[in-house]
């Protein structure tokens, strides 16, 4: 199982960007979460198929149609076990 963390900043808060990156982890088969930081920024959880997180990954270098993102920070890591699904919060 490979996971990976994400660090989104831009204009993310306030644009459904959650929402749009639930449903585009969905459909890529992924689970994990997104929540907001005070700070600004989305931090994004995804664990699944390393191939699928690259294409998640992609796809968070723009995000929905609202959001600017101007920077996504990629840690990936070995995970020992992966949510039920991908949730947001």
Do not use: K
Request: proline share 3%.
């Amino acid at each position: 199982m490979t996971a990976a963390r994400f660090l989104v900043s831009g204009r993310v808060q306030g644009v459904a960007f959650r929402a749009h990156a639930r449903r585009e982890a969905q459909a890529l088969g992924l689970t994990g979460h997104a929540r907001n930081l005070a700070d600004g920024r989305v931090e994004i959880e995804a664990h699944g198929d390393g191939h699928a997180i690259d294409a998640f990954a992609r796809w968070l270098a723009h995000g929905p149609p609202l959001a600017r993102v101007d920077a996504v920070s990629r840690t990936d890591f070995a995970a020992s076990h992966a949510p039920a699904e991908f949730s947001t919060g």
